[in-house]
C-alpha cells in the first residue's frame, strides 16, 4: 500500500484479517509437511518446542505450561521418551523430581527440519515470484513483524 492511500474501511479489515489468519494456518501445515518430523500430535510439538527453546523443565512445569494435568504430560512425553528425542535427568535440586530436555537427536532433527523447510520456501520464492514481487513478499514481512510485536 502507497502512504497516499487512502485506509481500508471497517469492513475490508475484517475481510483483510479473516485472510491473513487463514493464510496464516495454511503456510503452518505446509510448512509442517516440509519438517518430515514424523507423525506427532501437537500437543507433543509444542512440548518439544518449549524444551527446545525454553531449556530443561520437570513434568510439573511442562504440565502448568501447556494447562494439563502432570498424568496427561507423562502420557506425552513418553512417546517423545520412546522415540528417543526427550531424555530425563534427575533434579539436581530435588532428587524426586526429573528434569527432561531435549535430546541431541532431537537437535539434530530439528536442525534439519528448520533448514528443510527454509530451502522449500527459498526454492519457491526463487522460481515462482518476480524479481518485484520478491521485494513485495520482503515488504511483506517487515509489515508482519510490526503486526506481531504489536
Do not use: C, Y
Amino acid at each position: 500500500m502507497v502512504r497516499n492511500d487512502p485506509p481500508l474501511d471497517s469492513d475490508s479489515l475484517h475481510t483483510l484479517a479473516e485472510e491473513l489468519r487463514v493464510l496464516n494456518g495454511k503456510l503452518r501445515r505446509r510448512l509442517r509437511e516440509e519438517a518430515h518430523l514424523g507423525d506427532f500430535t501437537p500437543s507433543q510439538i509444542q512440548v518439544l518446542g518449549l524444551l527446545e527453546r525454553e531449556g530443561s523443565a520437570t513434568v510439573s512445569e511442562l504440565a502448568r505450561a501447556h494447562g494439563m494435568r502432570p498424568q496427561s504430560m507423562s502420557e506425552t512425553l513418553s512417546v517423545l521418551k520412546a522415540a528417543g528425542l526427550v531424555s530425563g535427568a534427575p533434579d539436581p535440586n530435588d532428587g524426586r523430581q526429573t528434569v527432561l530436555s531435549v535430546t541431541p537427536a532431537f537437535r539434530k532433527k530439528i536442525k534439519a527440519s528448520r533448514a528443510a523447510r527454509e530451502d522449500w520456501l527459498f526454492r519457491t520464492i526463487q522460481t515462482r515470484f518476480s524479481a518485484a514481487e520478491q521485494q513485495q513478499l520482503a515488504t511483506g514481512v517487515e509489515l508482519l513483524k510490526r503486526l506481531i510485536d504489536s
